[in-house]
């Protein structure tokens, strides 16, 4: 059976929407808890959100089947991830925190798939500069009235976060095509758990949990963790992993217009204009993703 690349385009962006809701949520968090720990408790909650699938699809067998060692490097990339872009977030503001780390990402991801021997088609690199340039476009034109200042090492971390990203989608990419993508991602998640949980124990201390901090952890890890990176798994299975990072830039659309309705940040019309900018970069990659898939 050949590849469905637009099953896959629009897995990835039915994703990013969930995923665009993650530093949104993350603002409604107390300050005392931090971002280190929400990202590892949102870890948590998605491991055990996977293992109730894979309970309820009866896909418990075959988990000893796995490339253990490429598991291994997409959990070290997804825990790096979350404690860096929670992070990140929080030093620089949910709008440009959200924009670095995932305007990035792409930038990673074609990189590291090119010296992979992989490289994305020149319409690819095309459509992720207009992409990557309008979620550049939404920072600066965003409200800085009353945004904190940006930090040297919010967008270090917010960096890390991207490459991390990159990392965990294209070893993702290998491991959907040898196993179930519940399995692989219960596998993933669930080592990513295991290495963020005593890592925030580390840089924050231990955590005393309120009502509403498990109210929003719970669902950080079981709709923008959970069902995102469920379907992001089955999506790779139709495109490549740059493309599918790139479609990730969605994201940032959808927590730009969650940062206006909900939050009440206030950009400008050159904000706006970089949103458009991103969706009319994200045709170009769709496109290309097609016409590569029609090729061959």
């Given amino acids: 059976m050949k590849p469905a690349p637009l099953r896959g385009v629009l897995m990835v962006l039915a994703a990013a929407l969930c995923w665009g809701t993650t530093g ?33 699809t009866r896909q418990r ?64 690199w095309v459509g992720t500069a ?5 979620g550049v476009l939404m920072v600066a034109g965003g409200d800085r009235g009353s945004a904190q200042p940006v930090t040297a090492t919010g967008l270090a971390l917010c960096l890390l976060a991207g490459l991390s990203y990159a990392v965990y989608a294209l070893v993702n990419k290998r491991l959907v095509t040898t196993g179930a993508p519940a399995q692989v991602t219960f596998a993933v998640f669930t080592l990513a758990t295991v290495i963020a949980v005593p890592m925030a124990w580390v840089f924050a201390g231990p955590v005393v949990l309120t009502l509403r901090d498990v109210v929003i952890a719970s669902y950080l890890g079981v709709v923008a963790t959970g069902v995102a990176y469920l379907l992001f798994s089955h999506a790779l299975r139709h495109i490549s992993a740059a493309t599918g990072v790139t479609l990730a830039l969605a994201e940032p659309v959808t927590a730009f217009v969650l940062a206006v309705l909900v939050v009440g940040e206030r950009p ?10 991103v969706l009319a970069g994200l045709l170009v990659v769709v496109f290309a993703e097609l016409r590569v898939s029609t090729v061959r």
Avoid: C, D, K
Wanted: aromatic share 10%.
């Fill in 268 to 277: 400008g019309w050159v904000a706006a204009g970089g949103g458009l900018l």
């Fill in 130 to 134: 207009l992409a990557v340039a309008g």
């Fill in 24 to 56: 949104t949520a993350q603002s409604f968090a107390p300050p005392t808890l931090s971002a280190y720990w929400i990202g590892a408790l949102r870890l948590l909650a998605s491991a055990v959100f996977f293992a109730a699938v894979l309970v309820a």
């Fill in 61 to 124: 067998t075959g988990l000893m089947r796995l490339p253990w060692r490429g598991v291994a490097l997409a959990g070290v990339g997804m825990a790096a991830y979350n404690l860096a872009f929670f992070a990140g977030v929080r030093a620089t503001g949910v709008a440009i925190g959200t924009a670095v780390a995932l305007g990035s990402g792409p930038i990673w991801a074609g990189l590291l798939q090119a010296m992979g021997g992989q490289r994305p088609p020149l319409r690819w």
